[in-house]
Every structure is written in structure tokens, then in C-alpha cells.
């Protein structure tokens, strides 16, 4: 039996060229700088982080802001205050062309149909739905037919509709703004905005 733990030369082990053995101890000294050097390397970007953090938080107001309730939509000049809307249709991706929409003034528990439209091709409104006198305070509802819209396209769909007629109410405050309502809706879903 011959014994690894020398050579022939009486080196170190891993010397002797027929000696196969891992010298362990270099591996593990590198292994430990690595290791000391990662912990030092994130220690130090930790240290970092954390003085950045309480520096800002330093010089941080006190107490949150409340957030600017005057801002709105930016008035495009030279236009008269009016009330607008844009019909897309998200299903086929196009403007709402054909599509019926009832306008209404809401009042406590009573509505009053003020008019129904038809959109043009490009699917807005035009003339504007209020404009000059017309313009006033209150809170107005818009009724999409959507069932009717996709029936008429003939769109491959479950039936009955999920979405059948689409209610938007919204209240005009000030008449000196001009409101421009986008209306994006498919077979499942709405969204509207206040644009200007």
C-alpha cells in the first residue's frame, strides 16, 4: 500500500505529477476571500443605500401634500366651452361609426332626454353636445347602445351580450372648461376619461 500523503521529493501534496489529489486549502482560502469580499462589497452598498435613505428622509416635508385639486385637463385656447365626446371601439379597432347614444340631464330621481345621437365615421360628436346656453352645470348621463352597435356589425359573439347598454354619468362644475369625454368600450369592457 503506498501512502499519498508525500512523494517521492517529500513536496506538497498536488506536487508529485502522478498525484491527484485536491489541495483542499488553497480552495478553501479562495472560496473564504470570495466570500469576504461579497460581504464587504454588499455591506458597503447597504451602508450606501441606507444613507441615502435617511438623507432624503431628512429633507422630506413633514407630512404628505394634499394633492392640487385645481389642476384639470389643459384648455385648449380659442375654443368656446363645450361638451364633446369620442367614441372607439376597442373590439374591432376603430371609431364607434353608427353608434346611438343617449343624452341626458339628471335631476335627483328624474332624467330628461335632451337629444339622441348617431356618430359619424370618425365617432365623435358633432355638432357638440352642449355648447354657448346650452353649456350648464349639472350632471349628465351618456347611454352607449352597445348591444345594438355589435349586432349590426355583426360581430361573432356570445349571446345575449355581456354589455348591453353603457350608462356614463359625469357632473359639469365649471362652464367657463371646456369637457371632451373619450369612450373606449368592446364586448366586456368600458373606460372613459375627462380630456379637454
Same mark, same amino acid.
Given at each position: *500500500?503506498?501512502?499519498?500523503?508525500?512523494?517521492?521529493?517529500?513536496? &506538497?501534496?498536488?506536487?508529485? /505529477?502522478?498525484?491527484?489529489?485536491?489541495?483542499?486549502?488553497?480552495?478553501?482560502?479562495?472560496?473564504?476571500?470570495?466570500?469576504?469580499?461579497?460581504?464587504?462589497?454588499?455591506?458597503? &452598498?447597504?451602508? &450606501?443605500?441606507?444613507?441615502?435613505?435617511?438623507?432624503? &428622509?431628512?429633507?422630506? /416635508?413633514?407630512?404628505?401634500?394634499?394633492?392640487?385639486?385645481?389642476?384639470?385637463?389643459?384648455?385648449?385656447?380659442?375654443?368656446? /366651452?363645450?361638451?364633446? *365626446?369620442?367614441?372607439?371601439?376597442?373590439?374591432?379597432?376603430?371609431p364607434a361609426a353608427g353608434l346611438r347614444v343617449d343624452f341626458l340631464k339628471i335631476d335627483g330621481a328624474h332624467s330628461q332626454m335632451i337629444r339622441t345621437v348617431t356618430l359619424p365615421g370618425n365617432g365623435r360628436t358633432d355638432p357638440p353636445l352642449l355648447i354657448g346656453d346650452t353649456y350648464r352645470a349639472g350632471t349628465y348621463e351618456l347611454v352607449l347602445h352597445v348591444d345594438e352597435y355589435f349586432a349590426e356589425r355583426q360581430a361573432a359573439l356570445p349571446q345575449p351580450p355581456f354589455l348591453s347598454r353603457i350608462p356614463l354619468r359625469f357632473r359639469i362644475t365649471d362652464v367657463t372648461q371646456r369637457i371632451h369625454l373619450p369612450v373606449l368600450f368592446g364586448p366586456w369592457s368600458y373606460n372613459y376619461y375627462r380630456g379637454s
Open positions: *500500500m503506498t501512502d499519498r500523503s508525500s512523494n517521492t521529493r517529500g513536496g &506538497a501534496p498536488g506536487n508529485a /505529477p502522478n498525484d491527484t489529489r485536491i489541495d483542499t486549502t488553497r480552495i478553501n482560502t479562495s472560496r473564504r476571500r470570495f466570500a469576504l469580499q461579497s460581504v464587504t462589497l454588499g455591506s458597503g &452598498a447597504l451602508i &450606501a443605500a441606507t444613507s441615502l435613505t435617511a438623507q432624503a &428622509a431628512e429633507t422630506a /416635508p413633514t407630512s404628505t401634500p394634499a394633492p392640487n385639486q385645481t389642476t384639470g385637463p389643459v384648455q385648449q385656447g380659442g375654443l368656446s /366651452p363645450r361638451l364633446t *365626446m369620442h367614441a372607439l371601439d376597442t373590439y374591432h379597432g376603430t
